[in-house]
């Protein structure tokens, strides 16, 4: 199945849940993720850069949202 | 592009502008990271081991903690309800698997009050990574010697590009409706 399409109900169920999550996930998958609550461009997504060990912290609503954290160097 | 009403109603139903935080993790460095192999279902490596101790720690601290200051000007800090989500691949359930599920009483912001499993494992197949195909085990440099037409056509269309027998990460029809969720929906949408 598709890649983009099977996050749709994924994307829409972090649309609706009120509590944080924390989601442990893979590169290719996170980009599509960041990309879309970022409202970046779909052809920027395969170029952003998820290190490993680190955390990302997004918060959709607030400005200036991203904060990464780095927990094993 | 055609929306059924039944959808519209239900994404409206649902929106709620509080604010909510994601935490955003990739899962501990793997056995196949290690060897620099794509794909796979391998097992974390001791480093990834390291991370997954690192990262409960940070779960329990930080995501499922709230921290304010009450009336009489004190610090306090309790446990708020989270939520924990992996794919079903053996390296992001592993980087989970130090994390703790307590169940505990829990408020609210609405001050409703219930019983709750803080960081409930939710492994979701929805969440695995995009398949490899024929690639799938294989080192870039691998890729490169044996699909050289295959490795040039990534690096020039990724978005576009699937492995073959692999997944495509373009193509989409998602969308919804009202300000900036309606534009992080379109963002999705098919442009064919």
């Not at chain 1, 598709?2 to 649309?15: F, T």
């Not at chain 2, 446990?79 to 599920?101: C, D, N, V």
């Not at chain 2, 690639?135 to 691998?142: A, L, S």
């Amino acid at each position: 199945m598709d890649v983009i399409l099977r996050l749709e109900p994924i994307a829409q169920e972090m649309e609706r849940v009120r509590e944080p999550i924390l989601i442990i996930g893979h590169q290719g998958i996170l980009r599509i993720l960041y990309a879309y609550f970022m409202g970046m461009k779909r052809e920027d997504a395969p170029h952003i850069d998820i290190p490993l060990n680190h955390i990302i912290k997004l918060s959709p609503h607030a400005v200036g949202s991203i904060i990464v954290e780095c927990l094993l160097t | 592009m055609y929306i059924s009403s039944k959808k519209v109603v239900h994404f409206i139903m649902h929106m709620h502008t509080l604010p909510r935080t994601f935490y955003f993790t990739r899962h501990g460095q793997s056995e196949y990271n290690e060897l620099g192999k794509i794909g796979g279902d391998s097992g974390l490596s001791v480093n990834g081991e390291e991370y997954a101790r690192r990262l409960a720690k940070f779960a329990h601290d930080v995501i499922g903690k709230d921290k304010f200051t009450n009336e009489h000007g004190e610090e306090v800090e309790v446990t708020r309800p989270a939520r924990l989500w992996t794919s079903t691949l053996r390296r992001t359930q592993e980087t989970a698997k130090f994390i703790k599920h307590i169940e505990f009483e829990a408020k609210w912001d609405n001050g409703d009050i219930g019983k709750w499993v803080q960081f409930r494992p939710m492994p979701r197949r929805n969440l695995d990574e995009i398949y490899a195909g024929v690639c799938d085990g294989m080192t870039y440099k691998e890729i490169e010697y044996q699909y050289p037409d295959e490795f040039a056509r990534r690096q020039d269309h990724k978005l576009a590009y699937r492995y073959p027998r692999g997944q495509y990460t373009k193509c989409v029809c998602l969308q919804g409706l009202a300000h900036e969720t309606f534009l992080r929906f379109r963002y999705i949408q098919i442009s064919r």
